[in-house]
């Protein structure tokens, strides 16, 4: 999925747990990567439009399904119709023909994908799958570690992170969260996590100038361009890694204004740190935090 | 003194007796001469196909020495265009020798221990406690 991947392992058994990972990680790039000639998606984000139904792995459809949902309940500002205007502002992937110059259309109501039975999709516009396909991967890894009888590991990948029960040395995985205003990306806060998984969405990384203008990846659905919410970073904690991704980039858009209403409605294990660097959280997000800068 | 009719009858049929049983003894031959011919070819025939097969096989064999014989020249030729290149690379291997013989010479004359000065070690600032992971920006 073109991130480094970390799995620490207690006990003996890492290398059967690497494999598992490794494993499954490779099959999920096969199927939701869009940088790869050979992949699933690749091939049905180029027969998007064309009405045609292509017939689709079960990690591709369950990935597809997944991010439905998110767009309802984010209320649509997590949607992956964002590809064409990634590559309108320099993001690319493979070529996908006819698809390029498309102009952005304005906020979407309507479905991601067009059924057309168990095992087929259609789509009307290509998709990108990237962040949460990352977070389904590090779903199913850890469902294989698991059922493989290992219970006690983190994975990491590339900042999405999955612990399961205990680290050698304490009673919880310690998990820092970086500060996107430090050039050497010490940490903010540090997170106790147990059994869990917590994504960051932050603009640190993956931004570049476009035409003169800066522009980064977490590209707002409504408007077709990069997000410029004031805020720098979303760190959300919670059982699945595929939903943290989610919220963290929903509650990203939602913006410095609406951040703090939209996480605790939801309930959510969040940590937001705005463009002054100023670090907030919710209730939840403290009582999981077990260090923040400043404060000790 | 006439000649007897019942004589010339019996000549005739002599001569046809004597006619047919040629034509018989023809049609004989000519039926023995035709199955030994059928038998000849026959047994003929497997040597006709290994010929032929022989003929091809020899036709590749001489395509492949052809095509042998191209390799090996242009092999030759690129051989012989490799040739200062290798002497270049020699030449360089020479003065890499040299170099190293030098460093080594430098190596032996310099001495075994070196007093450093005294270091004061200030204790280290409060810091965050050590992280098993960090989570960092991560994909769209």
């Known amino acids: ?296 | 003194m006439g000649i007897d009719p019942r004589r010339v009858l019996h000549i005739g049929v002599l001569m046809s007796v004597s006619t047919a049983a040629y034509a018989l003894a023809l049609a004989g031959v000519t039926t023995l001469q035709s199955t030994a011919d059928r038998t000849l070819i026959a047994a003929r025939a497997p040597v006709d196909r290994s010929v032929r097969d022989l003929a091809l096989r020899h036709d590749l064999l001489e395509r492949a020495v052809r095509d042998s014989t191209s390799r090996y020249a242009e092999i030759q030729d690129r051989y012989a265009r490799l040739g200062p290149a290798i002497a270049d690379l020699e030449s360089n291997i020479g003065d890499l020798a040299t170099v190293s013989q030098r460093i080594t010479h430098s190596a032996a004359q310099l001495p075994t221990r070196v007093a450093l000065p005294a270091v004061r070690v200030a204790p280290a600032a409060a810091s965050a406690p050590r992280v098993h992971a960090v989570t960092s920006a991560s994909g769209g």
């Open chain 1, 1 to 296: 999925m073109g991130s480094p991947l970390r799995l620490s392992v207690v006990g003996p058994r890492g290398e059967q747990a690497w494999t598992e990972v490794s494993e499954e990680f490779d099959a999920t790039d096969r199927a939701l990567s869009r940088f790869r000639e050979d992949a699933e998606l690749v091939a049905l984000d180029r027969a998007a439009g064309t009405g045609i139904a292509m017939p689709v792995s079960r990690r591709l459809e369950r990935a597809v399904h997944v991010t439905e949902r998110a767009r309802r309940l984010t209320d649509g500002r997590f949607d992956p119709r964002v590809l064409t205007d990634l590559e309108r502002i320099g993001e690319r992937g493979a070529v996908l023909a006819g698809h390029h110059h498309q102009g952005h259309r304005s906020r979407r109501t309507d479905a991601v994908v067009r059924h057309a039975g168990r095992g087929y999709l259609t789509l009307d516009d290509p998709i990108d799958l990237g962040g949460i396909g990352k977070g389904l991967a590090l779903r199913w890894s850890t469902a294989r570690v698991e059922r493989a009888g290992i219970h006690d590991f983190l994975l990491d990948a590339g900042g999405d992170i999955v612990a399961r029960g205990r680290p050698p040395d304490d009673s919880q995985w310690r998990i820092g969260i970086e500060d996107p205003h430090d050039i050497v990306g010490s940490s903010v806060a540090i997170v106790g996590i147990t059994d869990g998984a917590i994504a960051t969405s932050s603009i640190r990384r993956r931004r570049w100038d476009h035409d003169g203008t800066p522009v980064h990846h977490l590209i707002d659905p409504r408007t077709g361009e990069p997000g410029w919410t004031g805020l720098h970073a979303v760190t959300v904690a919670g059982a699945d890694p595929a939903w943290t991704e989610v919220w963290s980039k929903s509650l990203f858009l939602a913006g410095a204004h609406d951040i703090a209403i939209e996480a605790r409605s939801r309930g959510l294990a969040a940590w937001w740190i705005d463009a002054a660097g100023t670090l907030e959280m919710t209730s939840a997000a403290r009582a999981k935090t077990i260090w923040v800068r400043g404060e000790d």
